[in-house]
């Protein structure tokens, strides 16, 4: 009896554990505007959170064929619900996404000016991508886009002012690190994202790009994503 005693002492232990720990990882996540795993400043649903180049960066294309730089990429997203409940990530849906200033060298030291436009992306919330936030620790976590309903997160690259070097679509979904900030140190999103080059582009490359960018978010003013 006490064998059977203390085996059931064991497995009541390790149940309590795995549900402590279960309810741990599914902690919700919400954007606060402090940085306090107890947020008492929760951003409501309908933030819109806008995030261009950080200072001295540039948002970069890099494929086999040619490189694009970009002086200017900014976003904005707008949550449609706070977090904290159910589904465990804060939901969004990104309304503006651009790119400006975009050139790829064109030898000899200079550089021929490109175009790099959205797709999939529309003017109703249904044609815009959605996104998510989820934590990580200390105020940090993750941000990534998926898709529309006219189809995945992705940009069109035209490069042909002198001579076509690009002339292509690029889609997939992203995951970006956010760093949480405030009014001296804005929070900061960050990604190396492996993007698909699609059928039909007249000038397309063999292998997937990387999109490289640093974003710094002007509002609002204090970022940072905490367990609810």
């Known amino acids: 009896m006490r064998r059977l005693s203390a085996l059931g002492a064991v497995v009541g232990v390790t149940i309590v554990l795995a549900c402590s720990l279960t309810a741990a990882r599914a902690s919700a996540t919400v954007?606060?505007?402090?940085?306090?795993?107890?947020?008492?400043?929760?951003?409501p649903a309908g933030t819109l959170v806008k995030a261009e180049l950080a200072t001295m960066t540039t948002a970069v294309i890099e494929t086999e064929i040619a490189k694009v730089t970009c002086l200017e990429n900014?976003?904005?997203?707008?949550?449609?619900?706070?977090?904290?409940?159910?589904?465990?990530?804060?939901?969004a849906r990104v309304s503006e996404f651009?790119?400006?200033?975009c050139t790829v060298p064109a030898g000899m030291g200079e550089t021929e000016s490109c175009t790099v436009k959205p797709v999939n992306l529309g003017a109703t919330q249904l044609e815009q991508w959605q996104g998510?936030?989820?934590?990580?620790?200390?105020?940090?976590?993750?941000f990534g886009m998926s898709s529309s309903s006219l189809g995945k997160f992705g940009f069109?690259?035209?490069?042909?002012?002198?001579?076509?070097?690009?002339?292509?679509?690029?889609?997939?979904?992203?995951?970006?690190?956010?760093t949480g900030g405030g009014f001296?140190?804005?929070a900061t999103?960050?990604?190396?994202?492996?993007?698909?080059?699609?059928?039909?582009?007249k000038k397309c490359p063999a292998a997937e790009a990387t999109y490289r960018f640093t974003w710094a978010v002007s509002a609002p003013a204090i970022l940072f994503l905490e367990p609810k």
């Open 98 to 101: 651009s790119f400006a200033q």
């Open 132 to 142: 998510f936030y989820e934590k990580a620790n200390l105020g940090n976590g993750v």
């Open 189 to 201: 999103f960050t990604g190396a994202e492996k993007m698909q080059p699609q059928a039909g582009g």
């Open 156 to 178: 069109s690259v035209l490069c042909n002012q002198k001579v076509e070097s690009i002339n292509c679509t690029f889609t997939n979904g992203t995951s970006s690190a956010v």
């Open 74 to 91: 900014k976003i904005g997203m707008k949550t449609t619900a706070a977090g904290g409940a159910s589904p465990i990530t804060v939901p």
């Open 31 to 43: 954007l606060c505007g402090e940085l306090n795993s107890t947020c008492g400043s929760i951003y």
């Open 184 to 186: 001296k140190t804005p």
